[in-house]
């Protein structure tokens, strides 16, 4: 953790929280929905509490990720070879950390995709 975690509230509900390391998983994702698109960028943020925990989720009408894919892009330096690879930099650490962040919260993130039509990214901590 990058400092003590503090409670924020969502509503009534609160939560222990590195907002530091909070905010950099949020922006992660954030900028990976702008970058991985081939046309005008949607993005929804949503937030939701189901079963003790609170949940954020990123989605975006982008260009997708393969199922085989989603099996390795939390991994350290991975990088979906898109064919068009130079279109998009990066160092492939990204969702390595938002993944890692995620888990040191005790929650997790997973992702939700279809090639070509786009991509959900959900981030869920227990409260
Ligand atoms: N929203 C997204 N839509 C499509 N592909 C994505 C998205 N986010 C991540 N990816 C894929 O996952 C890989 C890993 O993402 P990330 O760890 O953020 O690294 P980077 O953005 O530096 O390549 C990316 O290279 C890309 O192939
Ligand atoms: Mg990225």
């Known amino acids: 953790m990058h400092q003590l975690p503090r409670k924020y509230s969502f509503n009534e509900i609160r939560v222990d929280l590195d907002i530091v390391y909070f905010t950099t998983m949020i922006n992660n994702l954030l900028s990976n929905a702008v970058k991985y698109s081939d046309r005008e960028p949607e993005i929804n943020v949503e937030g939701f509490v189901k079963d003790g925990r609170v949940s954020v989720s990123v ?3 982008g260009i997708g990720i393969s199922k085989s894919d989603q099996r390795h892009i939390f991994d350290k330096f991975y990088r979906a ?3 068009n690879i130079h ?3 990066g160092l492939g650490l990204g969702l390595y950390y938002v993944k890692r962040i995620a888990q040191a919260h005790g929650g997790d993130v997973t992702v939700s995709s279809k090639t070509g039509r786009g991509s959900t990214f959900t981030i869920t901590i227990p409260y």
């Open 59 to 61: 989605s975006d009408n």
């Open 81 to 83: 070879q898109t064919g």
């Open 87 to 89: 279109k998009f930099k």
